[in-house]
């Protein structure tokens, strides 16, 4: 620690460590953030950080006070202490980049971890999946859940989407090392991991955002017309490369059918037994009862105490087997505002504001792929109930909160 720049490198390393741990070996995250404190301590003690308070990532804090203080009204507490500690990492990792280093940082080996990590995280999944059709032969061993086996694959697309745009954004800024000789097959096994995971919202999604940042280049180039004509015509190609591809030709018939049935007869659609068995009428069903919920406890019912009122609602419906499962709403907005009422929800909402504008003002597009990817996902997923969605938003939107200069998209900085 005797040079002026060797913290800086320490931060720099335990950063990347953390993403490592916490992508490849889950079970032990604990390290990850005895690693952050230690780092903490050492900056400290040698004075090599100061506090500088940052209202956007205080409202993770805030957002993880209603949790602690609708455990009031639970009726599990032991489901409300595991809550407590899933959930922690908004409150240790806001607080832990609330001490910044005095010296400016660089984080080559911050993004390289995560990079290293989603490699290997895409390698082990492929030797997983080639391993278990060697066994079975069947071609269902390299998507879906038999191919993300580590993380639920809605995790893992976001994984993969965002290492392939942050690879790419450091190739832009001229950083050292992101050569086209490994960048290339790293995007190509990317766009595989990102096509086996079979997450119908992450491709529509990556489409959605890659034909936005597309349309924003063409309009530079060729024009605003020419430019719409464009947008009219990429939903007609991502419809066709869906319809060529059976899994999610799949998904998108069942989603169309459940969706037409459902709008045509909701209460029939709802108590159909059969549709408890089926993803995309699971959906629908759980976003309507919870819908329902919401509005009958605007307050919201209690930390750990969601799963109790669905089960509640299905019953009444008769939809035992579908109420023995205690599924989540599966989605984060309906989810947080049955848990902790409307102000939580709207705590969480004014986060997602305040990083957006954010990133809007300093056109740090890294920062509104991960808000914007955040709030598109939670749409159908609780995607801040699992430790995988917890820990990767929490942590990339405060670091690029909090370093937001260094991350910002102006030819002026570049991440060395």
């Known amino acids: 620690m005797g040079n002026k720049t060797s913290y800086q490198a320490f931060y720099d390393y335990s950063l990347a460590l953390f993403s490592i741990i916490t992508i490849l070996f889950q079970k032990q995250a604990a390290l990850a953030y005895l690693l952050l404190i230690v780092l903490l301590i050492v900056g400290i003690s040698k004075k090599k950080v100061k506090f500088t308070f940052n209202f956007t990532t205080f409202l993770f804090v805030l957002f993880y006070g209603f949790y602690v203080f609708y455990a009031l009204y639970t009726n599990h507490v032991s489901d409300a202490l595991r809550y407590f500690e899933n959930k922690l990492t908004f409150l240790v990792l806001p607080l832990f980049f609330f001490f910044l280093p005095k010296e400016k940082m660089a984080f080559k080996w911050t993004i390289r971890g995560f990079l290293i990590a989603v490699c290997l995280l895409a390698l082990q999944s492929l030797v997983f999946s080639f391993s278990n059709y060697f066994k079975t032969h069947e071609i269902g061993s390299f998507v879906s859940t038999r191919f993300s086996y580590q993380h639920h694959p809605s995790y893992a697309s976001v994984f993969y989407t965002f290492a392939l745009l942050i690879s790419w954004n450091q190739r832009k800024k001229n950083a050292k090392n992101y050569s086209l000789y490994w960048l290339i097959p790293f995007s190509i096994l990317l ?143 309906l989810q947080s505002g049955i848990e902790i009422g409307l102000i939580g929800l709207a705590v969480l909402l004014l986060l997602l504001f305040k990083a957006a504008n954010l990133a809007w003002k300093q056109r740090n597009y890294l920062l509104l792929f991960v808000v914007l990817n955040l709030a598109f996902n939670m749409l159908f997923e609780s995607m801040l109930q699992r430790q995988s969605g917890i820990i990767f938003y929490t942590f990339w939107m405060c670091v690029l909160v909090v370093f937001g200069a260094h991350f910002t998209s102006t030819k002026k900085e570049q991440i060395a």
């Open 191 to 333: 766009l595989f991991a990102i096509l086996a995971c079979m997450s119908l919202a992450g491709l529509l999604f990556l489409l959605i955002f890659f034909l936005a940042a597309f349309c924003y280049f063409l309009a530079t180039k060729i024009g605003r017309k020419k430019t719409i004509l464009f947008t009219f015509i990429s939903p007609v190609l991502f419809y066709v490369m869906v319809m060529i591809t059976p899994p999610l030709k799949s998904q998108w018939d069942d989603a169309k059918n459940f969706t037409i049935t459902f709008v045509n007869d909701p209460s029939t659609f709802l108590k159909d037994p059969a549709n408890a068995e089926k993803g995309s009428a699971v959906r629908l069903i759980m976003w309507t009862i919870s819908t329902q919920v919401l509005i009958e406890h605007p307050l919201g019912v209690g930390t750990a105490n969601v799963d109790d009122y669905l089960y509640a609602k299905l019953t009444k419906l008769k939809q035992y087997k579908l109420a023995k499962k205690y599924y989540n709403p599966h989605n984060q907005y």
